[in-house]
């Protein structure tokens, strides 16, 4: 390909609306423009690393078993209304009505029409198991679509569905899948955790999310470095950790707190230790209010609660709501005297000695509070956010916290949608049986921005060599030399013929442009053109990933950097078979 010839319209500003790094260089390079919140269009450019990205995942999946099929994006509404998901799927659904006034959606996900498929053509335990899949836009009215294609309300996702006999053969299709999700992963070239994981409104009773791990990654994870716990922070498990407080020997009574509201303040007028405070925390919980109560020093865990509790709409209660269940703002409130209002505690709550509380009225606190004595609590269960420096819940080892970018996900669904749409089997002895389902997702789009996320520096994109546009770009200094220009040509066609993607940069531009253009959009391999080195017959090459420069003499160049490419291709391929 020829730069000239190229739609890559490459950008020296950032544009306003840019805030992560993928969102920034995906702009900047060309790869994609935004065409409304939420929707990009994909470039030349930006549509070959998805094609890559795709073709590794397809491999994939076939090496797995997996076979492809197309799925309609329009959805009608009674296969939702079937599993009960049109009424409690949420704001984030795109519904819309034919002339007809029948009820669509546009998938968000492809359960509901999956199992109808299944459940019309699949009879015998004979035709199973079964892993079928699709690449396919998918559609989510997200509130606030941002960070480019990290969370739009279109993307591309391949979702693959595995239906078996029993718990035994969906256990088999879940680990064939948690393999080849590795093997993705690692053919991108990507540096990722696979972490256990809150199943969320997909529903069942195992999962597992694939993390690629950036700074700038909307979710935490928590991994151990001895053994090999991994899980998301909605999911890791904490345990109760109790530790020796400073008896002060409290008189339990009621003290006037002046102004002081926030654990931090509470703790100083005390002279005690956050881990001394009790906070009450307020939730509405569908058509109820709780109270969730918390060692001053630790974060709550909604997803844990909101699976404690089995609600459907958690937040948190509003000020009035506040005052109207305690009699106080926030800031003075307890769990004393709370009548009509379910109580949930963490588990490390009734461990706490001499606890400090709100009093439920304007400038009061408890002190010397006995957690199950001074006041009751109806359910103790984990309900906190694991913190780096904790035991691990499997070896009790120090744990990690790190950011990450959420790009994989598998379910072990059972027969949470085939039990209600009716995809059965009969096995060998003529019994009718709901069949077994898993359902497993990856986000195409994102695994391009997380690979951005993972590979860049303060010039641009450092693309792994698996997924990169091109392979190597040709840059003759001056196109106004025609000894210049002749060996370009030459080895843009002797690479071509070595199998290699290639562009050269013809455009009559300045070198400076050529170079920052090549580094933005990254190239993994720069071949330079220029008269200097042609005098000695070499020509000079750039690894884009390390900054590796070195030169090559002419006659070997084409041998020289296809090897280059070939072996970094090959590490992945490796690394796979690891």
């Known amino acids: 390909m020829r730069i000239s010839q190229m739609l890559a319209p490459t950008l020296r500003e950032t544009p306003a609306e840019a805030e992560v790094i993928s969102h920034k260089l995906l702009l900047r390079a060309g790869m994609i423009r935004k065409t409304t919140a939420g929707v990009y269009t994909y470039l030349p450019l930006g549509q070959r690393v998805i094609k890559k990205i795709i073709e590794i995942v397809r491999e994939e999946m076939d090496r797995a078993g997996g076979q492809e099929v197309g799925l309609p994006i329009i959805q009608p509404a009674e296969l939702w209304q079937e599993t009960g998901r049109w009424a409690v799927y949420g704001e984030e659904m795109f519904r819309l009505k034919d002339r007809h006034q029948r009820d669509f959606c546009l998938g968000p996900t492809h359960e509901e029409i999956i199992t109808d498929l299944v459940r019309g053509e699949v009879r015998s335990y004979k035709q199973l198991p079964l892993l079928l899949y699709q690449v396919q836009n998918k559609y989510r009215d997200e509130r606030r679509p941002r960070f480019g294609l990290m969370r739009g309300r279109e993307f591309i996702m391949k979702d693959l569905y595995s239906f078996d006999v029993d718990a035994d053969g969906l256990e088999i299709s879940y680990r064939k899948m948690y393999d080849a999700y590795c093997r993705v992963f690692t053919r991108c070239g990507l540096r990722y955790r696979a972490v256990e994981a809150d199943p969320g409104a997909i529903g069942g009773n195992a999962s597992h999310e694939f993390m690629v791990l950036a700074e700038s990654g909307e979710a935490e994870v928590v991994f151990c470095q001895v053994c090999?716990?991994?899980?998301?922070?909605?999911?890791?498990?904490?345990?109760?950790?109790?530790?020796?407080?400073?008896?002060?020997?409290?008189?339990?009574?009621?003290?006037?707190?002046?102004?002081?509201?926030?654990?931090?303040?509470?703790?100083?007028?005390?002279?005690?230790?956050?881990?001394?405070?009790?906070?009450?925390?307020?939730?509405?919980?569908?058509?109820?209010?709780?109270?969730?109560?918390l060692r001053g020093d630790r974060r709550i865990n909604e997803t844990k609660l909101k699976n404690l509790v089995k609600c459907l709409r958690l937040e948190l209660a509003d000020d009035a709501t506040v005052e109207r269940v305690t009699g106080a703002p926030p800031g003075s409130v307890g769990p004393i005297g709370l009548t009509g209002i379910k109580v949930y505690a963490d588990l490390e709550v009734p461990f706490v000695i001499e606890a400090i509380v709100g009093a439920?009225?304007?400038?009061?606190?408890?002190?010397?509070?006995?957690?199950?004595?001074?006041?009751?609590?109806?359910?103790?269960?984990?309900?906190?956010?694991?913190?780096?420096g904790e035991p691990c819940p499997k070896c009790a080892s120090p744990v990690t916290v790190a950011r990450g970018i959420e790009v994989g996900h598998i379910f072990k669904l059972g027969t949470k949608y085939s039990e209600v749409l009716g995809a059965k089997f009969l096995n060998e002895k003529g019994q009718e049986l709901p069949m077994v389902m898993g359902c497993y997702g990856i986000g195409v789009s994102r695994t391009m921005?997380?690979?951005?996320?993972?590979?860049?520096?303060?010039?641009?994109?450092?693309?792994?060599?698996?997924?990169?546009?091109?392979?190597?770009?040709?840059?003759?200094?001056?196109?106004?030399?025609?000894e210049q220009m002749r060996v370009a040509e030459e080895l843009y066609q002797g690479l071509?013929?070595?199998?290699?993607?290639?562009?050269?940069?013809?455009?009559n531009e300045r070198a400076g442009v050529k170079f920052k253009d090549a580094d933005l959009i990254g190239y993994p391999i720069r071949v330079t053109v220029g008269a200097k080195a042609?005098?000695?017959?070499?020509?000079?090459?750039?690894?884009?990933?390390?900054?590796?420069?070195?030169?090559?003499?002419?006659?070997?160049?084409?041998?020289?950097?296809?090897?280059?490419?070939?072996?970094?291709?090959?590490?992945?391929?490796?690394e796979v078979l690891k």
């Not at 002190?367 to 609590?377: N, R």
């Not at 290699?500 to 940069?505: A, F, P």
């Not at 006659?555 to 291709?569: N, Q, R, S």
């Open 228 to 293: 090999d716990y991994a899980a998301n922070v909605e999911k890791a498990e904490c345990q109760p950790q109790v530790e020796p407080a400073e008896v002060k020997h409290l008189k339990r009574e009621r003290v006037f707190t002046p102004g002081v509201q926030t654990v931090e303040e509470v703790a100083n007028f005390f002279k005690v230790s956050p881990k001394q405070v009790i906070k009450t925390l307020f939730y509405q919980a569908d058509d109820q209010v709780i109270a969730v109560l």
């Open 534 to 574: 042609l005098k000695e017959g070499q020509v000079e090459v750039k690894k884009r990933q390390t900054g590796e420069q070195f030169f090559v003499p002419l006659p070997e160049a084409v041998d020289y950097i296809a090897k280059l490419v070939k072996e970094e291709i090959q590490a992945t391929l490796s």
């Open 449 to 482: 921005a997380a690979a951005v996320e993972q590979n860049y520096d303060q010039d641009g994109i450092k693309w792994p060599m698996p997924i990169a546009p091109f392979h190597v770009i040709v840059v003759p200094v001056s196109t106004h030399d025609a």
């Open 360 to 388: 439920n009225q304007v400038n009061y606190h408890w002190q010397g509070i006995t957690p199950g004595v001074d006041f009751s609590l109806d359910v103790v269960a984990d309900l906190r956010t694991m913190e780096a």
């Open 496 to 507: 071509l013929r070595s199998g290699l993607e290639v562009v050269v940069d013809d455009r």
